[in-house]
């Protein structure tokens, strides 16, 4: 089992006939993933690896009845296609435009929330269902199918976390990379809700990183959750983040640091990696 | 994006927001009509200017001058002051506090207001802080400015001025891609007027291509950080000797976190972000090199990153620089022999980022 992608998922990639598009295309095919369609407006009719191009997100869905969707479209044009792919109807939609103002992110969550679409990003990695399907530009030579749950906010350093525990002889369930910014479709505790209730995922590992209260958040969620979770928090000796005014003091109450996620963490029973790699000693000692 | 107080006034002025009347100076000469008595204040982007100096109080012309000579080409934090903004006095009875940022767990703006403000804000108890998100989609409906005003238990006549600030507050936040609007004090006068006694304005940086007229204005970075910020680049200058080159900003931050677990600290980092473009990642080298780092910390984790080509812009760009400092590569990715290859004989190369960190702090030592 995985969550939220599997091999049955039906993808559209929107932007597929950019630089990033047709090289993620193919490498999401390479995994074995079904995409089914392109989007780029005013190139419908063409293909790309065989994959075929439409020129809006509800021909695709009309035509291959795809029901997720993966988007490289520009931050400018991130919105617009966002939504088409919400009113298009696909159920999973993730993200991995960087640099997207967070205005729009905040008219994009809502208004997919009540239309019944998940969103994962923006600003992310995507998802990799270890072996069966992969909607994400994560490098495909690090997975390998097991049983452990991956969340992360981060890029690269989700791939290297995934790399240890791989070479650790572990393997993953599913790898969900949440994204980095302030405004993203599916928060760290709601990931944590996702690989809690999947029956293949026996333990879950999370990469934070500084910035933020969802860390302390998750760390509360992850009381409540009876398979072993650990983490690993990125930004012990980074510089001091620029202080948002007094409003960032009175939202944050002191928390948000490195030491306090850290100590959350802790106290919730989760154990924390002093560095990267030293989540797949963790997991080897339990 | 950060805005010098008296652009900060400007735009909320813009919005219709009361702000107190001023004149910006680079000269004390400049000076000719300011409201009298004033402040005359440095304009800097970093805090703690009072403490510093850069706050003078006047009241006539002649000491509005001499107090702008005296601040003028003065030095606060790492900047030289070359402005100054002479602000009109307020009579205040009363400071309250308003602000405007992100929920990011309830995904929508956060107004927070208090019947307290100015310095001791931070010390007011949770519970007497009014805080309310707003529902994006729909906006800033009259009920929660109606809430606003019941819990900070306003008089009717100032009621309606922080109602009507806050609707304008709205209005900016959401028409600048703003992060933040504060202001502190919100000031009720003596006379019962509500004026934005500090108006504080932060605004998207990724929404800068919305709002080209503030592209030239100067941000809080160091000449190489500007330098690095106009190559789009990102870079971060700090206290250490080692400096960082990485991939991601996780992957930076985690290299950093080792460095110092292994007994070294970063001097500067840049996150290279997903290129290897040999000619950007050779850009992005120089700059790090300006910094004059003792040893260069090079940790690519690619998958999908070319490192043979990254190896090669680090290659010429050391070439072309002339200059001689070590570098330890640790690079994951495609074609990561051929990069080997590429920097044998400049470097020292390694598998993990661990030992990538020991061997850059053994290096720096001289003990290798």
Redesign the interface.
């Given at each position: 089992m995985a969550v939220l992608l599997d091999e049955k998922s039906k993808l559209i990639v929107q932007g597929i006939t950019g630089h990033q598009g047709q090289?993620h295309t193919r490498?999401m095919l390479d995994y074995g993933t079904k995409v089914v369609a392109g989007v780029t407006p005013g190139k419908g009719g063409e293909q790309v690896h065989g994959v075929p191009v439409f020129d809006s997100c509800f021909e695709a869905v009309d035509a291959t009845g795809a029901n997720a969707s993966i988007l490289f479209v520009p931050?400018?044009f991130a919105k617009d296609a966002a939504i088409e792919a919400i009113e298009a109807g696909v159920r999973l939609l993730v993200m991995i435009t960087e640099?997207?103002?967070?205005?729009d992110?905040?008219?994009i969550?809502?208004?997919a929330r009540?239309k019944g679409c998940r969103v994962i990003g923006p600003n992310c990695p995507g998802i990799t269902s270890a072996g069966r399907a992969k909607a994400g530009?994560?490098?495909n030579?690090?997975f390998r199918p097991g049983d452990i749950g991956v969340i992360?906010?981060?890029?690269?350093?989700?791939?290297?976390i995934v790399?240890a525990i791989t070479n650790a002889g572990f393997g993953e369930t599913t790898c969900i990379g949440i994204g980095?910014d302030?405004?993203i479709g599916t928060?760290m505790p709601e990931a944590l809700d996702l690989l809690a209730k999947d029956k293949a995922t026996k333990r879950i590992v999370v990469?934070g990183?500084?910035g933020?209260?969802?860390e302390e958040?998750t760390a509360k969620r992850a009381k409540r959750i009876m398979k072993p979770i650990y983490a690993?928090v990125?930004?012990?000796?980074?510089?001091p983040g620029?202080?948002?005014?007094?409003?960032?003091?009175?939202?944050s109450?002191g928390m948000g640091t490195a030491e306090s996620k850290i100590k959350a963490f802790e106290a919730a029973g989760v154990p924390v990696a002093?560095?990267?790699?030293e989540i797949a000693t963790l997991l080897r000692a339990n | 994006m950060k805005f010098y107080e008296y652009k900060a006034h400007e735009i909320f002025r813009k919005y219709g927001i009361p702000v107190p009347r001023g004149v910006l100076a680079s000269r004390p000469e400049d000076i000719v009509d300011p409201p009298l008595p004033c402040a005359v204040k440095a304009q800097v982007l970093i805090g703690g200017r009072g403490k510093a100096g850069g706050i003078k109080f006047a009241k006539t012309l002649g000491e509005a001058r001499e107090a702008a000579r005296q601040i003028l080409g003065m030095t606060i934090g790492p900047y030289t002051v070359r402005q100054v903004y002479a602000q009109e006095m307020l009579d205040i009875a009363r400071e309250l506090y308003f602000s405007i940022t992100i929920d990011r767990s309830a995904r929508a703006p956060l107004l927070i207001a208090s019947a307290t403000g100015g310095m001791e804000i931070e010390s007011v108890p949770e519970t007497s802080i009014f805080k309310t998100p707003v529902p994006p989609l729909v906006g800033l409906q009259p009920y929660v400015l109606r809430a606003l005003v019941k819990a900070l238990a306003l008089p009717k006549e100032t009621a309606s001025q922080v109602s009507d600030i806050a609707r304008k507050a709205f209005a900016l936040f959401e028409g600048e891609d703003a992060e933040l609007v504060e202001i502190n004090p919100l000031a009720v006068l003596k006379d019962g007027r509500v004026v934005a006694g500090d108006a504080k304005l932060i605004v998207d940086d990724n929404a800068e291509y919305r709002h080209p007229e503030y592209a030239d204005f100067p941000q809080d970075r160091t000449p190489l950080e500007e330098e690095a910020h106009d190559k789009g680049i990102t870079f971060i200058q700090l206290d250490g000797d080692i400096g960082v080159i990485a991939n991601g900003a996780g992957l930076t931050m985690a290299t950093l976190d080792v460095l110092n677990l292994k007994g070294g600290r970063g001097g500067a980092f840049l996150d290279l972000g997903g290129t290897d473009d040999p000619e950007k990642v050779k850009e992005a080298f120089e700059i790090l090199l300006k910094a004059q780092p003792s040893v260069i910390l090079l940790n690519i984790f690619g998958g999908i990153t070319k490192a043979d080509t990254v190896a090669l812009g680090v290659r010429r760009a050391l070439e072309e620089m002339h200059v001689n400092v070590p570098v330890v590569a640790r690079i994951k990715g495609v074609n990561e022999d051929r990069a080997r290859e590429i920097l044998k004989g400049i470097g020292y190369s390694a598998d993990t980022m661990e030992q990538a960190a020991e061997l850059a702090v053994k290096v720096r030592a001289g003990g290798k």
């Open positions: 090289f490498a931050a400018p640099r997207i103002p967070f205005h992110c905040l008219d969550m809502p208004y009540a530009i994560m490098p030579h690090i992360s906010r981060s890029g690269t350093l989700t791939y290297e790399n980095g302030p405004i928060s990469v990183e500084i933020g209260t969802t958040e690993y990125a930004g012990r000796t980074a510089p620029r202080r948002m005014g007094h409003a960032g003091a009175i939202i109450k002093a560095y990267p790699t | -």
